[in-house]
Nanobody, 124 residues
Framework: QVHLEESGGGLVQAGGSLRLSCVLS????????MGWSRQAPGKDRELVASITWNSDRTRYAESVKGRFTISRDNAKSTVYLQMNNLKPEESAVYYC?????????????????WGKGTLVTVSS
């Protein structure tokens, strides 16, 4: 059974940076598309970044373009999200997700497996 475990969340000041990591176990990582979503209290879960199985394509929500970078290391079964210039309104639980098709995922509906999330708090 596929298991995803996130790490790297925490408290950061506005304008600061964090790097999230997510390790996949119980499956062949290189077969999955991967992504990061976030959900703030009272809001819907939003897919902020996704990447294909071989890293040939990435996709970002408009609100994070130019500040967030998704990457993966298939040898380490790990996907990363580098977040720069963070804003207080981006405080949320960030979830790692895997899509079984391997292709570019454009919405949360395209993901098949989810981690439990890691909390990111951006102070003003």
């Amino acid at each position: 059974q596929v298991h995803l475990e996130e790490s790297g969340g925490g408290l950061v000041q506005a304008g600061g940076s964090l790097r999230l990591s997510c390790v996949l176990s119980g499956g062949t990582f290189s077969r999955y598309a991967m992504g990061w979503s976030r959900q703030a209290p009272g809001k819907d879960r939003e897919l902020v970044a996704s990447i294909t199985w071989n890293s040939d394509r990435t996709r970002y929500a408009e609100s994070v373009k130019g500040r967030f970078t998704i990457s993966r290391d298939n040898a380490k079964s790990t996907v990363y999200l580098q977040m720069n210039n963070l804003k207080p309104e981006e405080s949320a639980v960030y979830y790692c997700a895997a899509g079984a098709t391997g292709g570019l995922v454009v919405s949360t509906n395209g993901m098949d497996y989810w981690g439990k999330g890691t909390l990111v708090t951006v102070s003003s």
